[in-house]
């Protein structure tokens, strides 16, 4: 069973910055797609960015230009870096690594941005 877990979330300033990291129970060079997503309260869960095993990056046009999506196969992490802060990335962040067959979720990390 492939376990991710998050980790890095929690409160800030907005216009602050914040790194979340998931790490993988197993090599995530198996996955095709790994990829962050949140979820705001009353809302459905939405993508944030995701990053190929061959490094093709996508990201949410809300949050194009603030936050970056990274790698470290060696590590089995995936990482993302978020800045310029606004309230309404106020959300639970889930890690996800995607296969032909198989989806898996994290647990989740909340993060907060107010002042």
């Known amino acids: ?9 929690g409160l800030v300033q907005p216009g602050g910055s914040l ?6 129970s197993t090599s995530i060079f198996s996955f095709i797609t790994m990829g ?5 309260p009353g809302k459905q869960r939405d ?3 995701t990053i190929t095993r061959g490094g093709a990056i996508n990201y949410a046009d809300s949050v194009k230009g603030r936050f ?4 470290d196969n060696a590590k089995n ?9 606004k309230p ?5 962040y889930y890690c996800n690594a995607w296969r032909p067959g198989e989806t898996y979720w ?9 002042s």
């Open 88 to 92: 309404e990335d106020t959300a639970v």
């Open 36 to 40: 962050w997503y949140r979820q705001a």
């Open 47 to 49: 993508l944030v960015a």
């Open 106 to 114: 994290g647990q989740g990390t909340q993060v907060t941005v107010s």
């Open 19 to 24: 790194g979340l990291s998931c790490a993988a």
């Open 68 to 71: 970056a999506i990274s790698r």
């Open 1 to 9: 069973q492939v376990q991710l877990v998050e980790s890095g979330g």
């Open 77 to 85: 992490t995936v990482y993302l870096q978020m800045n310029s802060l």
